[in-house]
């Protein structure tokens, strides 16, 4: 049966000489695979620049709820990005975004609202030009809300602690290494006070930037299974200083 669905693409893998599979999330069906024969043809009617990590889809697919590889009957790039593949700044965050939504976003079925986020996410970044070297930390800050492990917001900004295991912020050294202190735990949750639209007016210098990237991987990891380590974001740190 065929279905309309908006779809960001994740990541795409060689299968043959000429065709790929290419890990779509997509907003009416979540995590799917999907084989594209001769995407790798000069005259491919859906081509590998087509399929850049986090290219914006269009998509009429072919959908069957087994779990298997699904089939693409018609793909568009909507809307196209006009500036993240070309500008050196954007293409690394995009490089880092996605690795860290692949860790992420688990394939267990439709969420529009994550879906929305992450699409919205990616428009303002191509549509953007300033604000954007701390981009990556209040998508990180933001996309926990959909993942289910957003912070406390209670004590933000009063507190001299945020305790990563449980989330919250407190007024008292945790039993744990896994905390932010002062002056770490201020910036922290000024991030939480932001969102795209003002971000250009948090001023974060590299030291506490890259500070803050490596504590909320470490968040992650806490809340999420097998997340693992992020390797892109030293390339992410190294173009932003």
Same mark, same amino acid.
């Given at each position: 049966?065929?279905?309309?669905?908006?779809?960001?693409?994740?990541?795409?893998?060689?299968?043959?000489?000429?065709?790929? @599979?290419?890990?779509?999330?997509?907003?009416?069906?979540?995590?799917?695979?999907?084989?594209?024969?001769?995407?790798?043809? +000069?005259?491919?009617? @859906?081509?590998?620049?087509?399929?850049?990590?986090? =290219?914006?889809?269009?998509?009429?697919?072919?959908?069957?709820?087994?779990?298997?590889?699904?089939?693409?009957?018609?793909?568009?790039?909507? +809307?196209?990005?006009?500036?993240?593949?070309?500008?050196?700044?954007? =293409?690394? @965050?995009?490089?880092?975004?996605?690795?860290?939504?692949?860790?992420?976003?688990?394939?267990?079925?439709?969420?529009?609202?994550?879906?929305?986020?992450?699409?919205? *996410?990616?428009?303002?970044?191509?549509?953007?030009?300033?604000?954007?070297?701390?981009?990556?930390?209040?998508?990180? @800050?933001?996309?926990?809300?959909?993942?289910?492990?957003?912070?406390?917001?209670?004590?933000?900004?009063? *507190?001299?602690?945020?305790?990563?295991?449980?989330?919250?912020?407190? /007024?008292?050294? +945790?039993?744990?290494?896994?905390?932010? =202190?002062? +002056?770490?735990?201020?910036?922290?949750?000024?991030?939480?006070?932001?969102?795209?639209? /003002?971000?250009?007016?948090?001023?974060?210098?590299?030291?506490?930037?890259?500070?803050?990237?490596?504590?909320?991987?470490?968040?992650?990891?806490?809340?999420?299974?097998?997340?693992?380590?992020?390797?892109?974001?030293?390339?992410?740190?190294?173009?932003?200083?």
């Amino acid at each position: 049966m065929l279905h309309k669905t908006r779809g960001i693409v994740f990541k795409t893998t060689s299968y043959s000489e000429n065709s790929v @599979i290419v890990q779509v999330f997509t907003e009416k069906f979540g995590m799917q695979s999907y084989m594209v024969n001769g995407a790798k043809k +000069p005259k491919a009617k @859906i081509s590998l620049n087509m399929l850049q990590s986090l =290219s914006l889809l269009d998509m009429v697919v072919y959908y069957k709820n087994t779990g298997n590889v699904q089939r693409i009957k018609e793909l568009k790039n909507s +809307p196209v990005l006009q500036t993240i593949p070309y500008d050196i700044i954007k =293409s690394s @965050i995009a490089l880092f975004l996605n690795e860290v939504l692949y860790k992420a976003v688990k394939p267990q079925g439709t969420d529009e609202s994550l879906f929305d986020f992450v699409f919205s *996410a990616i428009e303002w970044l191509d549509n953007q030009t300033e604000g954007l070297t701390n981009f990556h930390l209040l998508f990180l @800050i933001r996309l926990t809300r959909y993942l289910g492990f957003y912070p406390d917001r209670y004590l933000a900004g009063e *507190a001299d602690y945020f305790d990563m295991k449980n989330g919250v912020f407190c /007024n008292y050294k +945790p039993d744990t290494t896994l905390y932010l =202190s002062p +002056p770490h735990t201020n910036n922290f949750a000024g991030l939480l006070q932001y969102n795209f639209e /003002n971000l250009s007016q948090l001023k974060l210098n590299n030291e506490e930037r890259r500070y803050l990237i490596q504590k909320l991987l470490d968040y992650y990891s806490l809340h999420i299974e097998s997340f693992g380590n992020v390797r892109s974001h030293d390339i992410l740190e190294e173009v932003l200083s």
